[in-house]
């Protein structure tokens, strides 16, 4: 198969499952877990271009969704902006940062480069839960609608929030999807997925190879801060949870579990990890050491993520 | 016209002198060896040449430009390109797009063209697979070109390296011992490879071990011992040079001290 009809098949793929999964919700709470797992899948593929892509790691994504998701709730307050310009500001600034942060941090290779990511997170985190007196700290604060749901009503379409977070999550992810996969194939996705392999040959190939890490760094930073917006924009809250370590743990793991370097393997891993303790509730007391348990088994059997692997052994049972 | 001028070249690790001070040029279209036993030096002056390392003392010209301790990616975009002894292949590629990625400097870097799948990002892709299939034919891997660059044979990566490296459009192609555990029909398929390149301009500068396939092919040798140079000719001339009988066998005479000490 060609480049050009995995990057078909994988669209076709996550149009349907996000057109006909509502078929089998029994009720509208189903829709908010679905807009849970598009968003956490967003922010997976971001990571799936630097750590897929181009074999470099973070530990600290998270705060770049918190960057995100605080440019919702504190743009409109502040700046009097209109949410949907706060998302873009929120991925800007991420952009920056990551641009600017980046070009120090990726010098440095392996677990330094993740003790670096891990600081940068960290530090947002902190930043965000000590300066109380901006972002609310660790009470957080409220976020002003993104006035769809008014609109609609104007029309007279009624929605619940999480049917339209579901909706409009599912979009963004399919257009994150079309851009990681137009990446994967082109002369600069090329050229990053070389770093991958080799650095050294990379750049004897003429690839500059700070540059093409700093590349991955800020793209995949963008990947999250909208994911980061979208989870403020539909709570209508934000705590500065979402820029801790833990969600940059989870980011990275549904990442590595779905497989580093599949734009599909994201969204499974992110369904998995978003759906699996809503599901695992009713063993209570074991649900992290089953969730522990899963991911241990999967790294042993299937190392190079569930989808690859099991990609691999479809083929290999084809005729 | 010399396109590679090394003017006594060389580097000192935490004290210790790996290669001492080592001289001698490339002429256009030219085939040059370095030769020399194990630990002589020859891929360390491989990768100051290539700009891996950086230099202790000397200086190292291309096409007349002084070239010390510039990185190697900005030496792709002069001209010079390499292959590497123990492999250093993209494995998570296809054969082809190894290849392809070596036109990284004709394609230029669009971030935004590639992301958002525009007609120049498809465009500059399809003109990378024409070329890169051309070098895959010449270098005898077009059939394999949509196989994961993990499932070729050693001898065929070897290959693919050198397809990698000719994808940047080299004046001078760095071959890192290109025959090294090639059997001997491999050996003569390189050995044919690398005097094509030669015929289309390229000038090769060449580390081997393989004396056979070294005295074939190149127009000039220079041989290496313990860090230095102490030889340097024509492949025949060279190959009855005491001193470089000495380095590769070790005299009767040392032979017999040995002996008389042990």
């Known amino acids: ?319 | 016209m010399t396109i590679l001028e090394v003017e006594g070249l060389g580097i000192d690790f935490g004290g210790l002198t790996a290669v001492g001070g080592v001289s001698f040029g490339v002429g256009s279209g030219e085939i040059v060896s370095v030769i020399g036993p194990n630990g002589a030096g020859k891929t360390t002056l491989f990768n100051m040449i290539s700009g891996i390392y950086r230099p202790s003392r000397g200086r190292i010209m291309l096409e007349g430009r002084d070239i010390t301790g510039v990185a190697s990616h900005k030496l792709a975009a002069m001209g010079m390109s390499r292959t590497f002894q123990n492999l250093m292949v993209f494995q998570q590629m296809t054969v082809l797009q190894n290849v392809m990625a070596g036109r990284h400097l004709t394609e230029g870097v669009h971030v935004l063209t590639d992301l958002l799948g525009l007609p120049g990002s498809w465009r500059r892709n399809r003109e990378s697979e024409r070329e890169a299939m051309r070098l895959l034919e010449l270098v005898g891997l077009e059939r394999g070109a949509w196989r994961e660059a993990s499932e070729l044979s050693y001898g065929a990566l070897k290959r693919l390296e050198i397809a990698r490296a000719l994808a940047t459009q080299p004046k001078l192609l760095l071959l890192d011992e290109p025959a090294a555990g090639c059997n001997a029909v491999e050996t003569q398929e390189i050995d044919g490879l690398i005097s094509d390149i030669a015929g289309t301009g390229v000038s090769i500068l060449l580390v081997e071990h393989d004396m056979k396939l070294v005295m074939k092919i190149s127009g000039h040798v220079v041989v290496m011992d313990q860090g230095e140079k102490i030889s340097e000719g024509r492949p025949e001339a060279v190959a009855h040079d005491p001193r470089v009988i000495e380095a590769y066998l070790g005299t009767e005479a040392e032979g017999a001290k040995e002996h008389a000490s042990g």
């Open chain 1, 1 to 319: 198969m060609n480049g050009i009809s995995v990057r078909t098949a994988t669209l076709l793929a996550l149009a349907v499952i996000i057109l006909l999964a509502p078929v089998l919700f029994p009720s509208s709470f189903y829709y908010r877990v679905g807009a849970l797992i598009f968003i956490n899948g967003l922010a997976a593929m971001g990571l799936v271009v630097l750590v897929g892509y181009a074999g470099q790691v973070s530990l600290g994504h998270a705060g770049f969704s918190g960057i995100g998701a605080y440019a919702c709730a504190l743009g409109p307050v502040h700046l009097g902006l209109p949410p949907l310009v706060c998302v873009a500001l929120g991925a800007a600034v991420s952009g920056l940062l990551a641009f600017l942060v980046g070009r120090p941090i990726l010098r440095l290779k392996a677990h330094y480069l993740a003790v670096a990511t891990l600081g940068l997170g960290i530090l947002i985190y902190m930043v965000i839960n000590n300066e109380g007196w901006l972002t609310g700290g660790p009470d957080g604060m409220t976020v002003p609608s993104l006035g769809v749901r008014s609109l609609l009503k104007g029309y007279g379409i009624k929605v619940t929030s999480s049917e339209m977070w579901y909706w409009i999550s599912g979009v963004v992810l399919l257009a994150g999807a079309f851009v990681a996969l137009n990446l994967h194939n082109s002369p600069a996705g090329r050229a990053l997925r070389s770093l991958h392999d080799s650095e050294v040959a990379a750049s004897t190939i003429g690839i500059d190879v700070a540059r093409m890490k700093l590349t991955a760094f800020v793209i995949s930073a963008v990947y999250a801060s909208v994911a980061g917006s979208q989870v403020a924009l539909m709570n209508r809250f934000v705590t500065p949870d979402v820029a801790g370590f833990m969600h940059s743990v989870e980011l990275l793991t549904m990442t590595v579990l779905g497989g580093a370097a599949s734009v599909l393997g994201a969204v499974v891993g992110a369904t998995i990890l978003t759906a699996l303790p809503q599901v695992l509730t009713v063993f209570e007391d074991f649900e992290h050491v089953l969730l522990g348990l899963i991911m241990m088994l999967v790294m042993i059997f299937l190392r190079e993520g569930l989808v690859p692997s099991l990609a691999r052994r479809m083929r290999r049972s084809a005729p």
